[in-house]
C-alpha cells in the first residue's frame, strides 16, 4: 500500500501535484505594495486578485508552494456548509446566513470561471452534495437526524440554495448492507483537483511582471510600523525572515492556515487532524456526488480521476484533537466504513491527513488582524478551507483598495457580537486546552531504547526538560526540544504523520524538528548535534 504523507516523502495523493521547488529563497531586503505569506490556495487567490488590479506583490513560503494544508485536502466546493445553516443563523442572524450562503456560491463557482479564463484543466465539474443519517433506516437516530436534515433543508432553501429533502434518496452505488437512504441533496455543487487549479494559476501569476515569489523563506517578524491618527501619519509593515532580510510593505497578509501570533484570534480556533483515503472503484460504479453524512465527526466522500478503469473515492473523516488522540487506526476505520456500503471497493491506494481550524462561531476570519490597520489574516476554515480560501482574494483585495463589500463584516476577525454568544463555548473550549499542559507531568517513554526504528516519542524526566526523540530507520537518535515554541506546551508523537504535533494550539513539527504549521513560526530547537544536522539538511530540502 502506498503511504502518503509530507513526511515520510512516499507517494502522492490524488489532491496533491508534484511540489513545486523551482522558486529561490529570498536573499536580500526588498520593498513592495503587499507581501502574502504562505502560498496555498488563500495565499494564491488573495495575490491573483491583487495581482489582476495591478498590485506589486511578492509572495514569501516558509517550504514549498503547494507543499501545505491545501493538497491534503478532500476537493469538495460546496456551499453546503459543514456547520449547517440552522446552526449558523443562531450565531449571526439569519443575513448573516444569507451572506455565507451567498459568498460560498460565489467562491465555488468562480474557481470554474479562473479555470476557463486561464485554460486550466483541474477536473472542475458541478454535481450534487447529499447529505444522510449516519443511522440506520428506522432506527430512532435515523428519525432524529431526517428531521434535522429537514429543517436544514428548508433553511437552505430559504437562503436560494437548491436543495430539497427527499425520504427515500439513495445514493448509485451504495449497495452494502448499511440502509442509510434518505436525507438533503443540494444541486448544483462542485469538485475539483486543487492543486491542478493552483498549479495553472501559478503558472499564470510568475508570468507577471508585478509578481515574485519565494520559496523556502521562513517568516520569523510581521510588525506595522509608523503612526496614522485621524486621518493624518502613515503606517507600513516590515516583516523579517529566519535569514534576517526583511520586506517593507503597505499591507501585508498572513495566508498560513493559522495566524503566527500568540493568542486573540489563535484562541478562538479549536485544532483537528482529519484523514482520508483513495479507495479504487470501477469506473461508473458510484454515483459522481458529493456525499457526507450527520455524525458529529461526519464521513465524507467524493470521486476523482483514476485511470480507464478505476475512479477513486475519496473518502475522509474520523477528526480528532490535534495531539490529543491515537493517530493510526483512523485510516482503517474509513477503509471499512466504505467496504461496507461500496463492496465493489478495491484496493487502497493512498491514505493521508489534515488539519482544520474550527471557528467557535462558524465563520472564517478573513480581513484585517486585530488591533492591526495594514496586516490581514486569513484562518479558520471550518472544514469549508477551499471557498474560504477563494473567498479571501476578493475580501482582502476590495479591503485593501478600500472597496465596500457586503460580505466583509461576516468573515471580519474584529467582530464581537457572534463571540460574545459564543462564551460558553470559548470558556469550554480554554479549560480542555489549559488541561493539555499535563504533558509536563507525563512521559511516552522512559528510556530511549523503547523506540523502535522510524518512530518517536517523548522523553520526559525527572532532572531535565522533555526532549523529542525520533529514531530514524538506520537506529540513530536524533533530539529536540520537546517545548512548542508557541505556548510551550509539550509535543505528543503522530505515529501516522511521524510528526510531533503540539495539543495546546495545534502546532506541528515533521520528525526533523521542522515548523510544518501554526501558530508557531519556529522549528523545535535540536538538543544534540545529530538534531541540528538533519533539522538543517531538511530545511534545505524545503520539508
Same mark, same amino acid.
Given at each position: 500500500?502506498?503511504?502518503?504523507?509530507?513526511?515520510?516523502?512516499?507517494?502522492?495523493?490524488?489532491?496533491?501535484?508534484?511540489?513545486?521547488?523551482?522558486?529561490?529563497?529570498?536573499?536580500?531586503?526588498?520593498?513592495? +505594495?503587499?507581501?502574502?505569506?504562505?502560498?496555498?490556495?488563500?495565499?494564491?487567490?488573495?495575490?491573483?486578485?491583487?495581482?489582476?488590479?495591478?498590485?506589486?506583490?511578492?509572495?514569501?513560503?516558509?517550504?514549498?508552494?503547494?507543499?501545505?494544508?491545501?493538497?491534503?485536502?478532500?476537493?469538495?466546493?460546496?456551499?453546503?456548509?459543514?456547520?449547517?445553516?440552522?446552526?449558523?443563523?443562531?450565531?449571526?442572524?439569519?443575513?448573516?446566513?444569507?451572506?455565507?450562503?451567498?459568498?460560498?456560491?460565489?467562491?465555488?463557482?468562480?474557481?470554474?470561471?479562473?479555470?476557463?479564463?486561464?485554460?486550466?484543466?483541474?477536473?472542475?465539474?458541478?454535481?450534487?452534495?447529499?447529505?444522510?443519517?449516519?443511522?440506520?433506516?428506522?432506527?430512532?437516530?435515523?428519525?432524529?437526524?431526517?428531521?434535522?436534515?429537514?429543517?436544514?433543508?428548508?433553511?437552505?432553501?430559504?437562503?436560494?440554495?437548491?436543495?430539497?429533502?427527499?425520504? =427515500?434518496?439513495?445514493?448509485?452505488?451504495?449497495?452494502?448492507?448499511?440502509?442509510?437512504?434518505?436525507?438533503?441533496?443540494?444541486? %448544483?455543487?462542485?469538485?475539483?483537483?486543487?492543486?491542478?487549479?493552483?498549479? @495553472?494559476?501559478?503558472?499564470?501569476?510568475?508570468?507577471?511582471?508585478?509578481?515574485?515569489?519565494?520559496?523556502?523563506?521562513?517568516?520569523?517578524?510581521?510588525?506595522?510600523?509608523?503612526?496614522?491618527?485621524?486621518?493624518?501619519?502613515?503606517?507600513?509593515?516590515?516583516?523579517?525572515?529566519?535569514?534576517?532580510?526583511?520586506?517593507?510593505?503597505?499591507?501585508?497578509?498572513?495566508?498560513?492556515?493559522?495566524?503566527?501570533?500568540?493568542?486573540?484570534?489563535?484562541?478562538?480556533?479549536?485544532?483537528?487532524?482529519?484523514?482520508?483515503?483513495?479507495?479504487?472503484?470501477?469506473?461508473?460504479?458510484?454515483?459522481?456526488?458529493?456525499?457526507? +453524512?450527520?455524525?458529529?465527526?461526519?464521513?465524507?466522500?467524493?470521486?476523482?480521476?483514476?485511470?480507464?478503469?478505476?475512479?477513486?473515492?475519496?473518502?475522509?473523516?474520523?477528526?480528532?484533537?490535534?495531539?490529543?488522540?491515537?493517530?493510526?487506526?483512523?485510516?482503517?476505520?474509513?477503509?471499512?466504513?466504505?467496504?461496507?456500503?461500496?463492496?465493489?471497493?478495491?484496493?487502497?491506494?493512498?491514505?493521508?491527513?489534515?488539519?482544520?481550524?474550527?471557528?467557535?462561531?462558524?465563520?472564517?476570519?478573513?480581513?484585517?488582524?486585530?488591533? =492591526?490597520?495594514?496586516?490581514?489574516?486569513?484562518?479558520?476554515?471550518?472544514?469549508?478551507?477551499?471557498?474560504?480560501?477563494?473567498?479571501?482574494?476578493?475580501?482582502?483585495? +476590495?479591503?485593501?483598495?478600500?472597496?465596500?463589500?457586503?460580505?466583509?463584516?461576516?468573515?471580519?476577525?474584529?467582530?464581537?457580537?457572534?463571540?460574545?454568544?459564543?462564551?460558553?463555548?470559548?470558556?469550554?473550549?480554554?479549560?480542555?486546552?489549559?488541561?493539555?499542559?499535563?504533558?509536563?507531568?507525563?512521559?511516552?517513554?522512559?528510556?530511549?531504547?523503547?523506540?523502535?526504528?522510524?518512530?518517536?516519542?517523548?522523553?520526559?524526566?525527572?532532572?531535565?526538560?522533555?526532549?523529542?526523540?525520533?529514531?530514524?530507520?538506520?537506529?540513530?537518535?536524533?533530539?529536540?526540544?520537546?517545548?512548542?515554541?508557541?505556548?510551550? @506546551?509539550?509535543?505528543?508523537?503522530?505515529?501516522?504523520?511521524?510528526?510531533?504535533?503540539?495539543?495546546?494550539?495545534?502546532?506541528?513539527?515533521?520528525?526533523?524538528?521542522?515548523?510544518?504549521?501554526?501558530?508557531?513560526?519556529? %522549528?523545535?530547537?535540536?538538543?544534540?548535534?545529530?538534531?541540528?544536522?538533519?533539522?538543517?539538511?531538511?530545511?534545505?530540502?524545503?520539508?
Amino acid at each position: 500500500m502506498a503511504f502518503s504523507t509530507l513526511f515520510a516523502g512516499q507517494a502522492t495523493p490524488p489532491s496533491r501535484t508534484r511540489r513545486n521547488s523551482c522558486t529561490p529563497p529570498l536573499t536580500h531586503d526588498l520593498t513592495t +505594495d503587499v507581501c502574502v505569506i504562505g502560498a496555498g490556495i488563500a495565499g494564491i487567490h488573495v495575490a491573483y486578485e491583487l495581482v489582476r488590479r495591478g498590485h506589486q506583490v511578492v509572495m514569501l513560503e516558509a517550504r514549498d508552494v503547494l507543499s501545505g494544508e491545501t493538497g491534503r485536502t478532500s476537493g469538495h466546493l460546496t456551499n453546503d456548509l459543514d456547520d449547517g445553516y440552522v446552526e449558523i443563523a443562531k450565531k449571526h442572524g439569519e443575513g448573516g446566513a444569507k451572506v455565507a450562503a451567498e459568498s460560498h456560491a460565489w467562491a465555488r463557482d468562480h474557481v470554474g470561471e479562473v479555470a476557463r479564463e486561464l485554460g486550466v484543466e483541474c477536473e472542475y465539474r458541478k454535481l450534487k452534495a447529499v447529505n444522510v443519517s449516519q443511522y440506520g433506516v428506522g432506527s430512532e437516530g435515523w428519525k432524529r437526524e431526517m428531521e434535522e436534515l429537514r429543517k436544514e433543508a428548508e433553511e437552505q432553501r430559504r437562503l436560494g440554495i437548491e436543495t430539497r429533502f427527499e425520504d =427515500n434518496f439513495a445514493v448509485r452505488g451504495w449497495n452494502g448492507k448499511p440502509d442509510q437512504r434518505g436525507g438533503l441533496v443540494a444541486e %448544483n455543487q462542485a469538485t475539483f483537483h486543487p492543486t491542478k487549479y493552483l498549479a @495553472g494559476v501559478l503558472s499564470w501569476l510568475r508570468k507577471q511582471p508585478n509578481f515574485q515569489c519565494y520559496t523556502r523563506t521562513r517568516v520569523m517578524g510581521i510588525h506595522e510600523k509608523g503612526v496614522e491618527l485621524l486621518g493624518m501619519g502613515h503606517k507600513s509593515v516590515e516583516i523579517e525572515t529566519e535569514a534576517g532580510h526583511k520586506v517593507k510593505c503597505e499591507n501585508a497578509v498572513e495566508a498560513t492556515c493559522i495566524p503566527l501570533q500568540k493568542l486573540s484570534v489563535v484562541a478562538e480556533l479549536e485544532y483537528f487532524r482529519t484523514y482520508c483515503i483513495a479507495i479504487r472503484v470501477p469506473k461508473g460504479s458510484v454515483e459522481d456526488c458529493l456525499l457526507y +453524512d450527520n455524525s458529529e465527526m461526519y464521513k465524507y466522500m467524493r470521486l476523482t480521476e483514476c485511470d480507464a478503469k478505476d475512479d477513486y473515492m475519496v473518502v475522509g473523516g474520523c477528526d480528532h484533537k490535534v495531539g490529543q488522540e491515537e493517530t493510526t487506526p483512523r485510516w482503517g476505520e474509513l477503509e471499512k466504513w466504505t467496504r461496507e456500503r461500496f463492496p465493489q471497493a478495491g484496493s487502497v491506494d493512498y491514505r493521508w491527513s489534515g488539519q482544520i481550524m474550527e471557528p467557535i462561531d462558524y465563520m472564517a476570519f478573513i480581513g484585517k488582524n486585530q488591533g =492591526n490597520n495594514k496586516i490581514y489574516i486569513v484562518t479558520g476554515d471550518s472544514g469549508d478551507g477551499l471557498t474560504h480560501g477563494v473567498l479571501a482574494g476578493k475580501l482582502i483585495a +476590495d479591503e485593501i483598495e478600500g472597496k465596500s463589500n457586503e460580505w466583509a463584516a461576516l468573515y471580519s476577525p474584529k467582530r464581537l457580537g457572534s463571540i460574545i454568544t459564543s462564551l460558553p463555548a470559548l470558556v469550554k473550549h480554554d479549560v480542555q486546552i489549559n488541561l493539555q499542559y499535563k504533558r509536563f507531568l507525563q512521559t511516552d517513554i522512559t528510556d530511549i531504547e523503547e523506540l523502535g526504528k522510524g518512530c518517536g516519542g517523548v522523553l520526559n524526566s525527572a532532572t531535565s526538560k522533555p526532549l523529542a526523540i525520533y529514531k530514524d530507520d538506520e537506529g540513530k537518535v536524533h533530539k529536540y526540544s520537546a517545548l512548542c515554541p508557541h505556548m510551550k @506546551g509539550v509535543v505528543c508523537w503522530n505515529s501516522a504523520e511521524k510528526s510531533f504535533d503540539c495539543p495546546v494550539h495545534g502546532s506541528r513539527f515533521s520528525k526533523d524538528g521542522i515548523c510544518i504549521i501554526g501558530p508557531a513560526k519556529a %522549528n523545535l530547537t535540536p538538543a544534540d548535534r545529530a538534531g541540528a544536522r538533519d533539522q538543517e539538511y531538511a530545511e534545505g530540502a524545503g520539508m
